[in-house]
């Protein structure tokens, strides 16, 4: 399915697995600061609840004390009770003023910063209890005191306060200890969550350099040691491999090159010690074979002045069955020509195709039928003036790649010169017979 082609290979590549794995990492550093910062804050909210509540503690003690005192000593003349308008009545104010301030700074807090409730708890509820006695008694204190500060009725007040003080001090007792217990089960869950949150992140490096050492490492070295090859003269050395990554295309690339170096380098020597065109062609084949994937190999030798061209050799036989062709009557022979005075590749795909749309010259149906091939490919070899030649070379399925293609057509240059030389020693053998 070639529409898969991209993202397959798109998630196979390099750059994504590790832009995947740095991404992770970066996950989970995220993930751990954030659960420090959540620690700390649930500290931090800890200790503000644990200051307001010890304060407001303090203070309903204080003046719990103080309103049992008054309740138990009250005075029975007019002159103590002047006294306690200005002594208890200022104690009363005082640590009422204190519980009501410290009432508002925990309401501040369950708004602004309240703790981070993990657990199903009661503590929102005991606190809204709490606030509603703190309300519900500092009201039934400002009914029982009066209105008239001149002459505040302490001894209504005070017992006021030592109904109402004992059950808001349950209620504060109560919320304490639950927001504790909260508290500290946050805490736990949170140092658990930084725990495995570490480990999964060391986890990831140490998985991290495994990948890196497998997936880029390892094959570094592979590649490193194949390119020791080379040049040390293993020419065709090629890596093994099945990744579709960046380095598989770097290695794809490298056993191209070497390809393409061991075919050269066995053409340059091979050819020199080639004694006829037979032989050239043969050390040709056996060179391009493994590298083009080719079936099929030919020498043509191309007379403009007769206006004819034939096969002198090739590899499988073909020369027995036909080896002429018409160069100004044959359309493959016409366009043929045409390429090989211009030094340009002629490409011919299908064959079989094209024989039978221009005129079904026997060269090519003699060709189709012997090596089945699909797609033709016409190399000029062009020394001088007063010669022609061409090498040809057939696929049986495929086509010859680009570089494939560049890589003949600079090669045929030099290869012109060797076959030129032979033709020419043909050509003086067959003058001297």
Same mark, same amino acid.
């Given at each position: 399915?070639?529409?898969?082609?991209?993202?397959?290979?798109?998630?196979?590549?390099?750059?994504?697995?590790?832009?995947?794995?740095?991404?992770a990492m970066l996950a989970l550093v995220l993930l751990l600061i954030s659960l420090f910062y959540l620690h700390q804050k649930e500290v931090q909210s800890q200790q503000q609840f644990t200051t307001v509540l010890k304060a407001s503690s303090d203070n309903?003690?204080?003046?719990?004390k103080t309103a049992i005192n008054y309740t138990q000593n009250a005075p029975r003349n007019f002159e103590n009770y002047q006294r306690d308008i200005s002594l208890t009545y200022k104690a009363f104010s005082k640590d009422l003023s204190a519980i009501s301030?410290?009432?508002?700074?925990?309401?501040?807090?369950?708004?602004?910063?309240?703790?981070?409730?993990?657990?199903? $708890?009661?503590?929102?509820?005991?606190?809204?209890?709490?606030?509603?006695?703190?309300?519900?008694?500092?009201?039934?204190?400002?009914?029982?005191?009066?209105?008239?500060?001149?002459?505040?009725? +302490?001894?209504?007040?005070?017992?006021?306060?030592?109904?109402? +003080?004992?059950?808001?001090?349950?209620?504060?007792?109560?919320?304490?200890?639950?927001?504790? *217990?909260?508290?500290?089960?946050?805490?736990?869950?949170?140092?658990?969550?930084?725990?495995?949150?570490?480990?999964? +992140?060391?986890?990831?490096?140490?998985?991290?350099? *495994?990948?890196?050492?497998?997936?880029?490492?390892?094959?570094?070295?592979?590649?490193?040691?194949?390119?020791?090859?080379?040049?040390?003269?293993?020419?065709?050395?090629?890596? $093994?491999?099945?990744?579709?990554?960046?380095?598989?295309?770097?290695?794809?690339?490298?056993?191209?090159?070497?390809?393409?170096?061991?075919?050269?380098?066995?053409?340059?020597?091979?050819?020199?010690?080639?004694q006829s065109i037979e032989q050239a062609l043969k050390v040709f084949w056996q060179a391009s074979k493994p590298y083009l994937g080719i079936n099929w190999a030919g020498f043509l030798e191309v007379n403009e002045f007769s206006q004819k061209a034939k096969?002198?050799?090739?590899?499988?036989?073909?020369?027995?069955?036909?080896?002429?062709?018409?160069?100004?009557?044959?359309?493959?022979?016409?366009?043929?020509?045409?390429?090989?005075?211009?030094?340009?590749?002629?490409?011919?795909?299908?064959?079989?195709?094209?024989?039978?749309?221009?005129?079904?010259?026997?060269?090519?149906?003699?060709?189709?039928?012997?090596?089945?091939?699909? $797609? +033709?490919?016409?190399?000029?070899? $062009?020394?001088?003036?007063?010669?022609?030649?061409?090498?040809?070379?057939?696929?049986?399925?495929?086509?010859?790649?680009?570089?494939?293609?560049?890589?003949?057509?600079?090669?045929?240059?030099?290869?012109?010169?060797?076959?030129?030389?032979?033709?020419?020693?043909?050509?003086?053998?067959?003058?001297?017979?």
């Open positions: 399915m070639p529409c898969l082609d991209i993202p397959l290979t798109f998630f196979r590549s390099l750059q994504f697995q590790f832009a995947l794995g740095m991404t309903i003690d204080q003046l719990y301030d410290l009432h508002l700074q925990l309401k501040k807090l369950l708004e602004n910063n309240a703790p981070l409730w993990l657990f199903e $708890n009661h503590v929102p509820a005991m606190a809204n209890n709490y606030q509603q006695l703190c309300d519900q008694s500092l009201a039934n204190y400002q009914t029982s005191i009066g209105d008239d500060k001149s002459e505040p009725r +302490l001894e209504w007040a005070a017992g006021s306060l030592v109904k109402d +003080l004992p059950m808001m001090s349950e209620a504060l007792s109560k919320f304490t200890r639950e927001q504790s *217990v909260s508290s500290q089960q946050n805490l736990n869950l949170l140092q658990y969550a930084m725990m495995w949150s570490a480990f999964l +992140l060391l986890l990831s490096l140490a998985m991290g350099s *495994v990948w890196f050492y497998m997936r880029i490492i390892r094959r570094t070295r592979t590649i490193k040691q194949a390119c020791e090859k080379v040049a040390k003269g293993d020419f065709g050395a090629q890596i $093994n491999h099945q990744a579709k990554d960046e380095l598989g295309s770097l290695s794809d690339a490298f056993n191209l090159m070497s390809s393409q170096t061991h075919m050269v380098s066995k053409l340059i020597n091979d050819l020199h010690s080639a096969l002198l050799a090739d590899n499988s036989g073909i020369t027995h069955v036909h080896t002429e062709l018409d160069l100004t009557s044959n359309a493959f022979g016409v366009q043929m020509l045409a390429h090989v005075k211009k030094s340009k590749v002629l490409v011919i795909k299908d064959v079989n195709q094209y024989r039978i749309s221009n005129g079904n010259s026997r060269f090519l149906r003699d060709l189709h039928r012997t090596t089945l091939a699909k $797609n +033709l490919y016409v190399f000029p070899l $062009n020394h001088h003036q007063q010669w022609h030649g061409a090498i040809m070379v057939a696929h049986p399925s495929g086509e010859l790649t680009e570089t494939q293609l560049a890589l003949l057509e600079k090669t045929s240059a030099w290869m012109a010169q060797h076959f030129s030389r032979l033709m020419s020693e043909r050509i003086t053998n067959a003058s001297s017979a």
